[in-house]
């Protein structure tokens, strides 16, 4: 069976960080790219950040740029999202995903399997 568990979300003061975990079982990571997403209130489900198949390539959405960092740990299995000088507006769900490689690497929302997500809620 194909699951997906986020946690390490929580509330957070505008300029910390937050580390999400996304734990994987029943997948063999090689094979599948990985994305993290989020979706606020009243908006549509983004891309945040997304990494190969193989770990080698690593895309980002340009409001997180230079401030979040995805990272895979084949030993556990575990892919993160490392994010740092968050800011209010990065507040919303964070979902993990998998999608096949064969289907081409992408960080639309375009995947197959999805956890169920953990909020992150950045305020002072």
């Known amino acids: 069976q194909l699951q997906l568990v986020e946690s390490g979300g929580g509330l957070v003061q505008p300029g910390g960080s937050l580390r999400l975990s996304c734990a994987l079982s029943g997948f063999t990571l090689d094979n599948y790219a990985i994305g993290w997403f989020r979706q606020a209130p009243g908006k549509e489900r983004e891309g945040v950040s997304c990494?190969?198949?193989?770990?080698?390539?690593?895309r980002y959405a340009d409001s997180v740029k230079g401030r979040f960092t995805i990272a895979r740990d084949d030993a556990k299995t575990t892919i993160y999202l490392q994010m740092n000088s968050l800011k209010p507006e990065d507040t919303a769900v964070y979902y993990c995903?998998?999608?096949?490689?064969?289907?081409?690497?992408?960080?639309?929302?375009?995947?197959?399997?999805w956890g169920q997500g953990t909020q992150v809620t950045v305020s002072s």
């Open positions: 995903a998998a999608r096949h490689r064969f289907k081409g690497f992408s960080c639309l929302a375009l995947y197959d399997y």
């Open positions: 990494i190969s198949s193989g770990g080698s390539s690593t």
